[in-house]
């Protein structure tokens, strides 16, 4: 650390800290990310230190610039480029409901596409796609950030990702347990072509169990008709329920309404290399994917690295998967399973009773399944009261500052006298009364209380409050 100067703390993500720093070599501005790293196994920081090697390989317009890593102190610091223009989560929030022209949106997504391409043609993932990880630089080009370093962690702080960090672009097969794959990250590119689009996250629910219904329903608000017939039908396509039917990245930018677009963002050069690439390996096949060779990919599926846990959403909250429990809501909206149940013969005696007995275990599990949602739901309620109060103590001390700067004559005092809410009117108050500084905020402060009271339900992590 002793060649950067810390500028400021930009933010803490689920992984740990992002700190803008200042080179003192040439003064250029660096983003470092901070992760502690004490906690893990010697094996899973072997698999770190390979991941970020893979990092270290990738260069391309559209993705953030990695410059260098080391570690320090029980931390992992990752040094990359600073993206000056912010993420694409906080220019979606800034547009305060007015939507994005197609242009615009078709641009971004070319540029999302291409750095995402760059990604899968050698067979590495990027786990954590979403319009946080997706920066503008100064003049406005789209880069894609924090590639591989999700998968580096995933093992060790999955669960606390899923429960504070961003639940929404969660794939159904993910809910449903089954491996990350490829067009895992398609679904997630899917979620913020829908923001995109429609300034919302396209799977919102009050609580994580009707997220993660939503999510396996594959149920959302239509995009506006605003948008041409190519951007919402491509969009359906990502969103596809069976990983297998969605595209591959390849496929979506040999779009004639996307490809079009690739020369502006790429030179004849780069266009070449990266499309010859290609055509070489045939873009990958659904690939329970991992160990990342560092160059050019393997053919055929990689081993399963030991970071490669999968947390069981659907499981974990309470979501009964489809197929399983034929008396489930999800299971009678699903097509698939009516039709293996129309299908199956009469049941004996016998299997009826080993069915019965079935019924049985799964409803125990489900009780089990539904105590640990509890649990969750009552600790995610804690973080967001924990989040409020710390809301409020920053108003609080906003509201203080406030009032002292404004002095004696402050219209507030003079309106609300000394006694807060209760106070009587000015009029009333008698001349000797004594002032009473300790109170003097309680009206504000019941009235935030009540603007910050806690909401129905859980919410699944900090941000949906903010939209
Ligand atoms: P998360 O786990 O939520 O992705 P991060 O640690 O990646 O959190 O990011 C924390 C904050 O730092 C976010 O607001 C993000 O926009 C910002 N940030 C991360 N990397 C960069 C970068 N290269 N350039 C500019 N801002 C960045
Ligand atoms: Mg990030």
Redesign the pocket.
Known sequence: MEKYEKVKK?????????FLVKSKEDGRQF?I?EIGISRMSNKERQESRKEVAVLANMSHPNI?QYKESFEESGCLYIV????EG??LF?KINSQKGVLFPEEQILDWLVQICLALKHVHDRKILHR?IKS??I?LTKDGTVQL??FGIARVLNSTVELARTCI?TPYYLSPEICENKPYNNKSDIWALGCVLYEMCTLKHAFEAGNMKNLVLKIIRGSYPPVSIHYSQDLRCLLGQLFRRNPRERPSVSSILDKPFLSRRIHKFLTPQLIAQEFSHAALHKPPKVCVAHGPPAKRPAPGPAPVSPAQKITKPAAKYGVPLTGRRPSDAVHRLSDAGKKRAERKPLAKPKQEAARKKRLELMEKERKQREQIFLLKAAQMRRFEKEKLNRINRAREQGWRNVLSSSGGSSPERKFYGGGGMMAPPPAQVPSHAPAQPANRYDHFLSALDQLAKPQEGVKGAGDVAAR
């Not at 990359?80 to 993206?83: A, F, K, Q």
């Open positions: 930009i933010g803490e993500g689920s992984f740990g800290k992002a983003v990310k953030v990359m480029d600073y993206c912010g993420d906080k954590d946080q990880n920066f950030g924090d960090g």
